[in-house]
């Protein structure tokens, strides 16, 4: 197996929310690695955490505790100048493409604010600056026509182009892509999802690929972290994790989805209950209350991970 | 069986300053007696424009039926006076929309609402009222002891058992299902749609759910109909949907979803975008973006009924299976 | 339906590309009484501007000798025909006494509002922007403020500071900056959470930044909307202010000023109160119309 570079690391991550009802547990010891040119999926539904997740390793969110490897070094201990430059290296793209673009700013002025915030050109080159803005739209499938109009006048699939646009225009190593594709339809979800692909391929990009639908996340991800309400419940490849999904959540999660064959009928795993708040929440699985396989134990001790299969591992005391 | 719904070239347009939009055009539709219908369609294939008009709830102008007739029940509800059409709403036909949350009151507990719910349809003391009220919430699963909880103490997938609770307490003929599962997460998306599959072998109520999850139709329909820019392009039994696909745009949706049980390294997407409503084309609506496409899709608009097996239409010039296979 | 228009502008859409400035601009055109509110005040500003050139011009031969000199004979004249308003108590002519008048309540009216808007945009921007403790204490000051009626503030900080343009301009702006800052920490506060404003971040803007060039562009419109609502309320501070002897100081036309004797010979010279009242009337109701003719052409953009 070829020598992975190691390009995020996350060690013990937490992110705490101070509420008038206790700490909400967004993000609880998550620990992982996504190696270099890979795409790393988080899987989770809402309330897991996994957007929070994303948006600490940006530091958009500042973390409670918890180091955050990038390219070697802890990214949460470098300085402001630093963290500037560090934008450079590691984007967001956002879920929804009506409000992550200034309305008040045309495609072209939308896909250079980064250029020009960052320096890398000034005000008056236009020429250079118009060129970088050409090769971005190109490289995302969008029409030279719309350079100078308006996010209100697009469609939703155009606007997320402008949004990975804006993302690539620093040439950045590291996506968080932040359910890029939730709130398109059908057909222009798979032209989205298509073009990532070719992203990654052409300019070696790295993926966080955050998002609730498992059908999406084993298409494009190399490796998944499952997650429940702010807890990593199972991590593994794409491959193992599908082929053999071992935490009841997982499993529930999967069995959930509608298949679109009316031939046949899957069999749910449908789970009790609802989602239960993070907020001051005590030992033990937080999945327990919900959970068909749950025995008493589960409730009230810390988990433990155990590894089921190499690489694949399961926080979940069935395995123990 | 008969048809307990009828739509016959339903046509409606939005007249508004900076334009007109076609947002349906010659619309046909039948639904029987206890029959789930599914109508799949992206953003802006008038879905939803769809069931207001059945509803009578668009809003009159800029919208305006310009065409065609709903038969409701053997009668003809397109141009019923408000008071009719009152009596019909939330009664003989219901409504559920996609956002639990703008659904319901957020200063009346959930128990009043489905009393009010029962009480502006039917002549019956309030105490009978409420306690219909609580048989549905049980039906739905929400425990009784929680009929005087407000909205904000329930969850999404709570909410929207409340919202079909009060939808069907009047036990209407047919349910409009406008996304009732795409604000939800997954998990809680499979318990309502169990509870709703439950619900439908107990009220036996005639269902048209709308939604652009293929999976959900494939699950829960038994007839299924496409509609693309306006227009219903096939619409047939669920079986002959997904198995003998008719309309390329219908295969292109089927071919475009990521599976979880399928291995592709490139999904096929449909190239381009639905066209603008504003125009009316000359010829196919789904020409432009068609892989079949040929010279008569362009420039002549496709006969309105083309069948190509028991129950099954399309809309094409070039069906992708043509008679009974 | 909403999702009818955002479809409709596709490949196919031949207008030519609308900002949201001309979007707004062809809304407000279609709205007729802010458009009569806008030509009125265009004119008032003419005569303003009349009135200080023919000043400068004429090396204030006319102020003098038309505007404040005072003739006897014709004290309390009704209107005529070569006094179309009549004369006040002192034999000046009232038309004239008018129209050098607009000067004082146009300029020291929008004057103190924008000194309210400079000074309180930016106190309710940083507020909204930053919230926590910092807003609590910009807030509770801003409330302070808020609690004493405007006049009464105006009036106190006069009989402090003296009676001046300046400090009639200090004394006027202060009870609008409180509100000002009120409306820009909302605006700013439902901008706030915008993703994009995430994504700004994410590409390396700091704080300053960000207020600057994606918050202020995208709160602005409910402060200009304030702003000329807020002139109307100014005229008739300026106007009550002078009135009470404490604003723009006679023999100054200024309108207020005008009406403090005006009250004395009601019965026997109506065109005194009349008059300069109607011009006050018609110039507060003017900006209202306009300020609801923005507010309305703001809206639906906001809306689609």
Same mark, same amino acid.
């Given at each position: 197996?070829?020598?992975?570079?190691?390009?995020?690391?996350?060690?013990?991550?937490?992110?705490?929310?101070?509420?008038?009802?206790?700490?909400?547990?967004?993000?609880?010891?998550?620990?992982?690695?996504?190696?270099?040119?890979?795409?790393?999926?988080?899987?989770?539904?809402?309330?897991?955490?996994?957007?929070?997740?994303?948006?600490?390793?940006?530091?958009?969110?500042?973390?409670?505790?918890?180091?955050?490897?990038?390219?070697?070094?802890?990214?949460?201990?470098?300085?402001?100048?630093?963290?500037?430059?560090?934008?450079?290296?590691?984007?967001?793209?956002?879920?929804?493409?009506?409000?992550?673009?200034?309305?008040?700013?045309?495609?072209?002025?939308?896909?250079?604010?980064?250029?020009?915030?960052?320096?890398?050109?000034?005000?008056?080159?236009?020429?250079?600056?118009?060129?970088?803005?050409?090769?971005?739209?190109?490289?995302?499938?969008?029409?030279?026509?719309?350079?100078?109009?308006?996010?209100?006048?697009?469609?939703?699939?155009?606007?997320?182009?402008?949004?990975?646009?804006?993302?690539?225009?620093?040439?950045?190593?590291?996506?968080?892509?932040?359910?890029?594709?939730?709130?398109?339809?059908?057909?222009?979800?798979?032209?989205?999802?298509?073009?990532?692909?070719?992203?990654?391929?052409?300019?070696?990009?790295?993926?966080?690929?955050?998002?609730?639908?498992?059908?999406?996340?084993?298409?494009?991800?190399?490796?998944?972290?499952?997650?429940?309400?702010?807890?990593?419940?199972?991590?593994?490849?794409?491959?193992?994790?599908?082929?053999?999904?071992?935490?009841?959540?997982?499993?529930?999660?999967?069995?959930?989805?509608?298949?679109?064959?009316?031939?046949?009928?899957?069999?749910?795993?449908?789970?009790?209950?609802?989602?239960?708040?993070?907020?001051?929440?005590?030992?033990?699985?937080?999945?327990?209350?919900?959970?068909?396989?749950?025995?008493?134990?589960?409730?009230?001790?810390?988990?433990?991970?155990?590894?089921?299969?190499?690489?694949?591992?399961?926080?979940?005391?069935?395995?123990? | 069986?008969?048809?307990?719904?009828?739509?016959?070239?339903?046509?409606?347009?939005?007249?508004?300053?900076?334009?007109?939009?076609?947002?349906?055009?010659?619309?046909?539709?039948?639904?029987?007696?206890?029959?789930?219908?599914?109508?799949?369609?992206?953003?802006?294939?008038?879905?939803?424009?769809?069931?207001?008009?059945?509803?009578?709830?668009?809003?009159?102008?800029?919208?305006?039926?310009?065409?065609?007739?709903?038969? *409701?029940?053997?009668?003809? @509800?397109?141009?019923?006076? %408000?008071?009719? +059409?009152? /009596?019909?709403?939330?009664? !003989?036909?219901?409504?559920?929309?996609?956002?639990?949350?703008?659904?319901?009151?957020?200063?009346?507990?959930?128990?009043?609402?489905?009393?009010?719910?029962?009480?502006?349809?039917?002549?019956?003391?309030?105490?009978?009222?409420?306690?219909?009220?609580?048989?549905?919430?049980?039906?739905?699963?929400?425990?009784?002891?929680?009929?005087?909880?407000?909205?904000?103490?329930?969850?999404?997938?709570?909410?929207?058992?409340?919202?079909?609770?009060?939808?069907?307490?009047?036990?209407?003929?047919?349910?409009?299902?406008?996304?009732?599962?795409?604000?939800?997460?997954?998990?809680?998306?499979?318990?309502?749609?169990?509870?709703?599959?439950?619900?439908?072998?107990? *009220?036996?109520?005639?269902? @048209?759910?709308?939604?652009? %999850?293929?999976? +959900?139709? /494939?699950?829960?329909?038994? !007839?299924?109909?496409?509609?693309?820019?306006?227009?219903?392009?096939?619409?047939?039994?669920?079986?002959?949907?997904?198995?003998?696909?008719?309309?390329?745009?219908?295969?292109?949706?089927?071919?475009?979803?990521?599976?979880?049980?399928?291995?592709?390294?490139?999904?096929?997407?449909?190239?381009?975008?639905?066209?603008?409503?504003?125009?009316?084309?000359?010829?196919?609506?789904?020409?432009?973006?068609?892989?079949?496409?040929?010279?008569?899709?362009?420039?002549?608009?496709?006969?309105?009924?083309?069948?190509?097996?028991?129950?099954?239409?399309?809309?094409?010039?070039?069906?992708?299976?043509?008679?009974?296979? | 339906?909403?999702?009818?228009?955002?479809?409709?502008?596709?490949?196919?859409?031949?207008?030519?590309?609308?900002?949201?400035?001309?979007?707004?601009?062809?809304?407000?055109?279609?709205?007729?009484?802010?458009?009569?509110?806008?030509?009125?005040?265009?004119?008032?500003?003419?005569?303003?501007?009349?009135?200080?050139?023919?000043?400068?011009?004429?090396?204030?031969?006319?102020?003098?000798?038309?505007?404040?000199?005072?003739?006897?004979?014709?004290?309390?004249?009704?209107?005529?025909?070569?006094?179309?308003?009549?004369?006040?108590?002192?034999?000046?002519?009232?038309?004239?006494?008018?129209?050098?008048?607009?000067?004082?309540?146009?300029?020291?009216?929008?004057?103190?509002?924008?000194?309210?808007?400079?000074?309180?945009?930016?106190?309710?921007?940083?507020?909204?922007?930053?919230?926590?403790?910092?807003?609590?204490?910009?807030?509770?000051?801003?409330?302070?403020?808020?609690?004493?009626?405007?006049?009464?503030?105006?009036?106190?900080?006069?009989?402090?500071?003296?009676?001046?343009?300046?400090?009639?301009?200090?004394?006027?702006?202060?009870?609008?900056?409180?509100?000002?800052?009120?409306?820009?920490?909302?605006?700013?506060?439902?901008?706030?959470?915008?993703?994009?404003?995430?994504?700004?971040?994410?590409?390396?803007?700091?704080?300053?930044?960000?207020?600057?060039?994606?918050?202020?562009?995208?709160?602005?419109?409910?402060?200009?909307?304030?702003?000329?609502?807020?002139?109307?309320?100014?005229?008739?501070?300026?106007?009550?202010?002078?009135?009470?002897?404490?604003?723009?100081?006679?023999?100054?036309?200024?309108?207020?000023?005008?009406?403090?004797?005006?009250?004395?010979?009601?019965?026997?010279?109506?065109?005194?109160?009349?008059?300069?009242?109607?011009?006050?009337?018609?110039?507060?109701?003017?900006?209202?119309?306009?300020?609801?003719?923005?507010?309305?052409?703001?809206?639906?953009?906001?809306?689609?």
């Amino acid at each position: 197996m070829a020598n992975k570079e190691i390009l995020l690391k996350i060690v013990n991550l937490k992110k705490y929310f101070d509420t008038p009802y206790g700490p909400l547990h967004a993000v609880d010891d998550l620990t992982f690695d996504i190696n270099k040119g890979e795409t790393l999926g988080v899987v989770g539904e809402s309330g897991c955490g996994k957007s929070t997740l994303g948006r600490c390793i940006l530091q958009l969110i500042k973390p409670t505790s918890g180091e955050i490897y990038f390219e070697g070094s802890d990214v949460l201990k470098c300085s402001r100048p630093e963290l500037k430059m560090l934008r450079t290296k590691m984007q967001i793209i956002f879920q929804d493409p009506y409000s992550s673009l200034n309305p008040r700013m045309t495609v072209a002025q939308a896909i250079q604010a980064p250029l020009l915030l960052q320096g890398l050109y000034s005000k008056h080159d236009t020429a250079s600056i118009n060129t970088r803005v050409d090769e971005l739209m190109d490289l995302v499938g969008l029409a030279k026509r719309f350079v100078n109009s308006y996010p209100h006048e697009l469609d939703g699939g155009r606007r997320q182009r402008i949004g990975i646009a804006r993302a690539l225009a620093l040439n950045p190593k590291f996506i968080v892509c932040d359910e890029p594709v939730s709130a398109l339809d059908v057909s222009i979800q798979a032209q989205i999802l298509n073009l990532m692909q070719d992203l990654q391929a052409d300019l070696g990009l790295t993926y966080l690929f955050i998002t609730h639908d498992l059908s999406v996340v084993k298409h494009i991800s190399d490796n998944i972290v499952v997650m429940y309400l702010g807890q990593f419940v199972e991590r593994g490849s794409s491959e193992s994790i599908f082929r053999n999904p071992s935490h009841p959540y997982t499993r529930a999660l999967l069995s959930a989805i509608p298949i679109p064959d009316p031939d046949i009928r899957q069999k749910e795993v449908i789970l009790k209950g609802e989602l239960c708040s993070p907020i001051n929440v005590g030992n033990g699985c937080r999945f327990a209350k919900r959970c068909p396989e749950a025995k008493d134990e589960c409730f009230a001790c810390d988990l433990s991970v155990v590894e089921v299969e190499h690489g694949h591992f399961v926080s979940c005391k069935k395995f123990m | 069986m008969s048809n307990i719904l009828d739509i016959k070239e339903l046509s409606v347009a939005y007249h508004t300053e900076d334009g007109t939009v076609y947002a349906l055009n010659n619309i046909d539709l039948e639904l029987e007696d206890g029959e789930t219908l599914g109508l799949v369609g992206e953003t802006g294939a008038g879905k939803t424009t769809l069931a207001k008009s059945i509803m009578r709830l668009l809003p009159v102008p800029p919208a305006k039926i310009e065409y065609g007739d709903i038969i *409701f029940s053997g009668e003809n @509800i397109t141009d019923m006076d %408000d008071e009719e +059409i009152r /009596a019909i709403r939330g009664n !003989k036909i219901s409504m559920i929309f996609q956002d639990p949350m703008s659904a319901l009151n957020p200063v009346l507990t959930v128990g009043e609402q489905i009393k009010e719910a029962i009480l502006a349809h039917n002549n019956i003391s309030e105490d009978e009222a409420w306690s219909k009220s609580l048989e549905m919430l049980e039906t739905v699963g929400i425990t009784k002891n929680r009929a005087r909880d407000y909205p904000h103490q329930f969850s999404g997938g709570m909410k929207q058992r409340v919202v079909i609770a009060m939808a069907l307490a009047c036990n209407p003929q047919i349910l409009l299902a406008d996304e009732p599962t795409t604000a939800l997460d997954v998990t809680i998306q499979a318990q309502v749609l169990a509870m709703m599959r439950g619900l439908k072998e107990k *009220f036996n109520t005639a269902t @048209i759910l709308i939604t652009h %999850d293929l999976g +959900i139709v /494939a699950q829960m329909c038994e !007839k299924v109909a496409i509609i693309y820019a306006g227009e219903i392009v096939e619409v047939g039994n669920v079986h002959d949907i997904f198995k003998n696909t008719a309309h390329p745009y219908t295969k292109g949706l089927l071919e475009a979803i990521p599976s979880i049980y399928a291995d592709c390294k490139r999904l096929k997407p449909i190239d381009g975008l639905m066209p603008d409503p504003t125009i009316r084309h000359e010829g196919c609506a789904f020409s432009e973006r068609c892989i079949y496409c040929d010279d008569i899709c362009i420039h002549n608009q496709p006969p309105a009924v083309q069948s190509v097996g028991t129950d099954h239409k399309v809309r094409c010039w070039k069906p992708l299976c043509s008679t009974l296979s | 339906m909403i999702n009818m228009f955002s479809r409709k502008i596709g490949k196919e859409r031949l207008n030519r590309v609308r900002s949201p400035l001309e979007q707004a601009a062809s809304q407000f055109k279609k709205n007729k009484m802010a458009v009569i509110g806008l030509v009125i005040i265009i004119v008032l500003f003419a005569v303003a501007f009349f009135t200080i050139i023919i000043d400068f011009v004429t090396n204030d031969y006319i102020y003098n000798n038309y505007v404040i000199n005072q003739n006897l004979v014709l004290r309390l004249a009704p209107p005529s025909a070569s006094h179309i308003f009549g004369c006040d108590e002192f034999g000046r002519d009232l038309f004239m006494r008018i129209l050098w008048g607009t000067k004082y309540s146009l300029f020291i009216g929008i004057g103190a509002i924008l000194l309210a808007m400079f000074i309180g945009m930016p106190i309710g921007m940083v507020a909204g922007y930053y919230g926590g403790r910092t807003d609590n204490v910009i807030m509770r000051l801003m409330d302070v403020i808020l609690a004493v009626p405007s006049m009464l503030l105006a009036m106190a900080i006069i009989a402090a500071l003296g009676t001046s343009t300046v400090n009639l301009l200090i004394a006027m702006s202060v009870a609008n900056i409180a509100r000002f800052s009120r409306i820009a920490r909302a605006s700013v506060m439902t901008v706030k959470d915008n993703e994009f404003i995430e994504a700004a971040r994410a590409i390396g803007a700091n704080d300053m930044e960000i207020l600057v060039k994606y918050i202020f562009p995208n709160a602005f419109s409910p402060n200009l909307v304030q702003f000329t609502l807020g002139i109307g309320n100014s005229i008739l501070l300026v106007a009550g202010l002078s009135y009470l002897g404490l604003g723009v100081q006679p023999p100054s036309p200024e309108w207020g000023a005008i009406l403090t004797t005006a009250k004395t010979y009601m019965r026997d010279a109506w065109h005194i109160s009349v008059f300069p009242g109607m011009f006050l009337v018609i110039s507060v109701v003017a900006f209202n119309m306009l300020g609801d003719g923005l507010r309305d052409a703001m809206d639906p953009k906001l809306k689609k």
